[in-house]
T-cell receptor
Framework: NAGVTQTPKFQVLKTGQSMTLQCAQDMNHEYMSWYRQDPGMGLRLIHYSVGAGITDQGEVPNGYNVSRSTTEDFPLRLLSAAPSQTSVYFC???????????FGAGTRLSVL | GESVGLHLPTLSVQEGDNSIINCAYSNSASDYFIWYKQESGKGPQFIIDIRSNMDKRQGQRVTVLLNKTVKHLSLQIAATQPGDSAVYFCAENRGSRYGGSQGNLIFGKGTKLSVKP
């Protein structure tokens, strides 16, 4: 039972480069979200999706794009990486009456 | 602004003692709360949740208490073990503009629990 899978686990980028963080879940969850975690800041919501084709902004969306073409996948795109985007990124998914979000293991991103 | 926060950033307890981790929230309309545990290098892991129509909920060695009058949550861990060492987050369900039970979680900054052998 894979749950929520994030790739890559680690990534180093140069300022201005673009990349996509991948997130896939095999639980048929309709809700998926992306968070970033910085030291002393807890987790902050970047973007979320309530189902295929429906996405919306969270608390800190600037510099990130998302799309949801399938129920399983919710990639996060950095169009032009900046040092301020150095962080640990977590993807989560949930479903049902209770909003228990299940998290992936995270992607550790450094932007130089 | 509205936020979910914690009273103590760090907590050190002796193995076998009980631990209490506190959390304050400011949105009186919040109706659902979750506690997560995050071990070093891993993603947050669900521990226990509680709805606002309850004051107390118990799980295996954990209890969550909700005091809506003062907008306060606590997580109690009985007979704390070394494996309980982690950062603990409370999260508040803010919903989404699309409605439904699924929605956006607002996390507090976390409390680091250290268990001394």
């Amino acid at each position: 039972n894979a749950g929520v899978t994030q790739t890559p686990k680690f990534q180093v980028l140069k300022t201005g480069q673009s990349m996509t963080l991948q997130c896939a879940q095999d639980m048929n969850h309709e809700y998926m979200s992306w968070y970033r975690q910085d030291p002393g800041m807890g987790l902050r919501l970047i973007h979320y999706s309530v189902g295929a084709g429906i996405t919306d902004q969270g608390e800190v969306p600037n510099g990130y794009n998302v799309s949801r073409s399938t129920t399983e996948d919710f990639p996060l795109r950095l169009l032009s990486a900046a040092p301020s985007q150095t962080s640990v990124y977590f993807c989560a998914s949930s479903s049902g009456r209770r909003n228990i979000q299940y998290f992936g293991a995270g992607t550790r991103l450094s932007v130089l | 602004g509205e936020s979910v926060g914690l009273h103590l950033p760090t907590l050190s307890v002796q193995e076998g003692d009980n631990s209490i981790i506190n959390c304050a929230y400011s949105n009186s309309a919040s109706d659902y709360f979750i506690w997560y545990k995050q071990e070093s290098g891993k993603g947050p892991q669900f521990i226990i949740d509680i709805r606002s129509n309850m004051d107390k909920r118990q799980g295996q060695r954990v209890t969550v208490l909700l005091n809506k009058t003062v907008k306060h949550l606590s997580l109690q861990i009985a007979a704390t073990q070394p494996g309980d060492s982690a950062v603990y987050f409370c999260a508040e369900n803010r919903g989404s503009r699309y409605g439904g039970s699924q929605g956006n979680l607002i996390f507090g900054k976390g409390t680091k629990l250290s268990v001394k052998p």
